[in-house]
């Protein structure tokens, strides 16, 4: 059977090797995997030729935005231009971000690199539309969407985890209330993000309390 030239690009670039991933084992993106952001301008360049010769990118815009409680985040447009065939392509746009003022527990934290990572993030997101670690991203060829070095997704747990059922323990919020709550019968049928928002209401109405 004839190969699909319109897929010729997205077959070079849909297979991630394990040695450009990384399992996020920690924190809000545990589960997700992680891409080092190197293999992308590795595969722009065998594929396409060097930096500024085969490919290149220009940033079209870059702003900050107010969050809830004093976070800040950073954003950054660009226009990825690649070599094909002797053709330039017309820009393929990819919108990348970072938090700048992330609310931690000793207070707000200012990112100084926040522009930069949202930048690796925008060159992920132009990378995405030419099938780039598609087995990351498509939920069809290997699993779901989640990257980062650079990108903010979804968490890949779909139901409540030993961390917030330790977190449940510590707030004082039982099992049979939680299931209850939930309306379910097992503790383990809560759905991840129903457990977080429980956590994050009892930690606020406990702060009242004080």
């Known amino acids: 059977m004839e190969e699909n030239k319109n897929m010729e690009l997205y077959n070079k670039f849909g297979t991630t090797p394990k040695e450009a991933q990384k399992q996020i084992t920690a924190g809000r993106l545990k589960g997700m995997t992680d891409i080092n952001p190197m293999f992308r301008i590795k595969a722009l360049t065998e594929v396409f030729g060097p930096v500024g010769f085969g490919w290149y990118y220009e940033i079209t815009n870059k702003w900050l935005e107010q969050g809830a409680d004093g976070v800040v985040c950073a954003f950054v447009d660009i226009n990825l231009y690649v070599k094909y065939n002797d053709e330039w392509s017309k820009p393929i746009h990819g919108t990348g971000g970072s938090t700048f003022v992330a609310k931690e527990s000793k207070g707000l934290y200012t990112d100084d690199e926040a522009y930069k990572k949202a ?72 759905l991840y993000e129903n ?15 004080k």
């Open 119 to 190: 930048l690796t993030d925008a060159i992920s997101i132009s990378c995405k539309a030419l099938g780039m670690c598609a087995d990351i991203y498509y939920s069809a060829d290997t699993q779901r969407y989640g990257t980062k070095y650079d990108t903010i997704d979804e968490p890949t747990q779909t139901y409540i985890t030993k961390e917030q059922k330790d977190k449940f323990k510590e707030l004082g919020i039982t099992d049979e209330a939680a299931c209850a709550y939930n309306k379910v019968d097992n503790i383990d049928k809560i």
């Open 195 to 209: 457990a977080k928002r429980m956590v994050e209401a009892k930690e606020k109405a406990l702060k009242k309390e």
